[in-house]
């Protein structure tokens, strides 16, 4: 039963380990969007463009790119730097509802198969800034972190064997000095 234990244990350890690495990367995609967001939020806010104007075009389809799209109540794509298939991106009504209701929303959102994007959305009077950038890097380093986690689970059981085993040889070599000094027959005097 102890045994079972000890591999439940690092079981469980091992999967914390990987859901708190992949987490933490996830998270840490939003970082440069909500920077981006939050400067031309502000810039709106103040009448200005001067960030968004600045922004170069990034094709979704093709681009790794930090994307900043402004919408209206409505929630029409007004201007940007994020374009699809040769149009102005729009983050779905429910991410811009949210937004409206709380001031921001973060989602990971894919408007095409094997397109996903980290992105932020914050309300700015009434339109909605959302700044977005791929998960395809996050994503290509959740590979190599489950690969780490799993390398180091298997590691960890073939320790937890070898010292199961090693401890077994050694209470093994111990009952059969104990046996044999009990069979050991006593001069008698």
């Known amino acids: 039963m102890p045994r079972i234990a000890a591999i439940v244990v690092a079981t469980i350890l091992f999967g914390t380990v990987y859901v708190v690495a992949q987490q933490l990367d996830r998270q840490g ?3 440069a969007p909500l920077r981006l967001a939050s400067q031309v939020a502000a ?4 009448g200005q463009t001067t960030t968004l104007d600045a922004q170069p075009h990034v094709d979704l389809s093709r681009s790794l790119a930090v994307f900043v799209v402004v919408e209206d109540a409505q929630g029409s ?27 921001q929303d973060n989602v990971s959102w894919q ?14 009077g009434d339109q909605f800034v959302t700044a977005g950038q791929s998960l395809k890097p996050s ?14 689970w298997l590691v960890s059981m073939l320790v937890l064997g070898g010292t199961w ?12 000095r104990t046996a044999g000094q009990s069979q050991v027959p006593r001069s008698s005097e």
């Open 139 to 152: 994503e290509d380093r959740d590979n190599n972190i489950q690969a780490l986690v799993e390398f180091g």
């Open 77 to 103: 794509a007004t201007s940007g730097s994020g374009f699809l298939n040769g149009a102005l991106v729009s983050l779905p009504s429910g991410v811009l509802a949210n937004a409206a209701k709380t001031g």
């Open 29 to 31: 995609a939003n970082e």
């Open 165 to 176: 085993f090693w401890l077994y040889r050694i209470r093994l070599g111990l009952q059969r």
């Open 111 to 124: 408007p095409e198969a094997d397109l996903r994007f980290a992105t932020v959305t914050l309300r700015a």
């Open 43 to 46: 810039e709106l806010r103040e």
